[in-house]
C-alpha cells in the first residue's frame, strides 16, 4: 500500500534495522524525525528543497498560504539541522 518510493525504501530500512537487531543482537533505534530547517547560525540548507523553495517564496510574496479549514494560529514546527544533529548526537 506504499505508494512513493521514499515511503517503500523507508519501510525496507526499517526493516532491515530490525532484522539486524534480531539476528545479530544489535541493540539499534529508529528515530523518526519531522521537518528539519536550516542551520540555526549560518542558514545553510538545500537550495532545491521544497520547503526551502517555499519560504524563499513566501518571504518574495510577503504572505504565508491558509486553508479555510485551518485554524490561523497553527504553525509548521521544524527543527533546525544544527540542533536535531547535537540531539541525535546526544541521544546516541
Known amino acids: 500500500s506504499l ?3 521514499y515511503a517503500q525504501s523507508k519501510w525496507v530500512a526499517e ?3 530490525n532484522e539486524a537487531k534480531v539476528k545479530y543482537g ?3 533505534m529508529i528515530h523518526r524525525l519531522g521537518l528539519i530547517s ?3 547560525e549560518t542558514g545553510a540548507c538545500n537550495p532545491h528543497d521544497l520547503y526551502t523553495l517555499l519560504f524563499g517564496a513566501m518571504m518574495k510574496m510577503k504572505c504565508y498560504p491558509t486553508h479555510p479549514q485551518t485554524p ?3 504553525h509548521l514546527t521544524m ?3 544544527d540542533v536535531t544533529v547535537k540531539s541525535l ?3 546516541s
Open 26 to 28: 544489535l541493540d539499534v
Open 72 to 74: 490561523l494560529n497553527q
Open 79 to 81: 527543527l533546525p539541522v
Open 3 to 5: 505508494k512513493s518510493g
Open 89 to 91: 548526537v546526544h541521544l
Open 38 to 40: 536550516a542551520h540555526s
Open 15 to 17: 526493516r532491515l534495522v
